[in-house]
């Protein structure tokens, strides 16, 4: 399903290491909608003419139809109020406010109780780290586990992405494969989230292996961005 009429002109600009970027390809992918991409190099400063995009100078920007709309958040949003589709009920329909709070409330604890400690993880280095992992294990356990026990196998029971896994699912990239790589996120992550939040273990692999979610993913390549980062980051310490 989408809107009808003319398809709207879109240009993304992205960058395929931002998980904040990634939400948006997410959702234009899962909403059949055609667009441009741009690639932004992170790696230098933003040109003038990006500056003109997105003041702030940070990815994703979107053009639609000749407005341009940031923050990763809203930018979903927009696209998934402009489309009605599998992804959200409108605010119209019968469930929709409901449905929409639920996933919002959602969104809202993935980032505001789990995403904040996860840089932390990075960061952090032996019995530390371990010990961070752990945190992050049980605060899923608490504070999601409960939000999944109706997903089948996405969120509120569909069986199809909706909008908590198009905002939550790059995170869930990083948070499911950073274990296998040296010096970024302990092993004991994925048994400890595998014991004690089975519900979330579940979802996240699915979530994961959905096409629209992986399609722009290169893992090493994002990992070893990260450990460089990280290797930064504490050597200015
Ligand atoms: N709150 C923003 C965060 C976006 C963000 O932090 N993007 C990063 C890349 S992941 C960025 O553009 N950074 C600019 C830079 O590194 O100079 C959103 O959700 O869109």
């Known amino acids: 399903m989408g809107s009808v009429g003319t398809p709207p002109k879109i240009t993304l600009y992205t960058s395929h290491s931002c998980p904040w970027a990634h939400r948006s390809q997410i959702a234009l992918r899962e909403l ?3 667009f441009e991409t741009v690639i932004v190099d992170l790696g230098v400063p933003r040109t003038p003419e990006y500056l003109a995009i997105n003041p702030r100078g940070l990815v994703p920007a979107l053009d639609y139809n000749g407005t341009v709309l940031t923050e990763s958040a809203i930018v979903s949003q ?4 402009s489309h009605p589709s599998h992804l959200e009920k409108t605010s119209f329909e019968e469930g929709g406010p409901l449905q929409r709070a639920r996933i919002n409330f959602f ?16 960061k952090a280095s032996g019995e530390a780290k371990e010990k961070e992992a752990g945190t992050i294990v049980d605060v899923i356990a608490k504070e999601i586990e409960p939000l999944l026990q ?35 996120l302990p092993k004991s992550i994925l048994t400890g989230l595998e014991a004690k939040a089975p519900a979330f273990w579940k979802w996240a692999n699915a979530v ?6 992986t399609y722009i993913w290169n893992e090493k390549n994002v990992a070893e961005r990260t450990l ?3 290797a930064k980051l504490n050597a200015a310490k």
């Open 150 to 184: 109706d997903a089948a196998p996405f969120f509120g029971g569909s069986n199809r992405l909706t909008l908590a896994e198009v905002q939550t699912g790059s995170f869930l990239l990083r948070l499911l494969s950073f274990p296998k790589y040296d010096g970024l």
């Open 208 to 213: 994961t292996q959905e096409k629209s979610v």
């Open 228 to 230: 460089e980062r990280v």
């Open 78 to 81: 927009f696209l998934v109020d």
């Open 107 to 122: 969104v809202d604890t993935y980032f505001n109780k789990v995403n904040s400690l996860f840089f932390g993880v990075l």
């Open 32 to 34: 059949g909608l055609e």
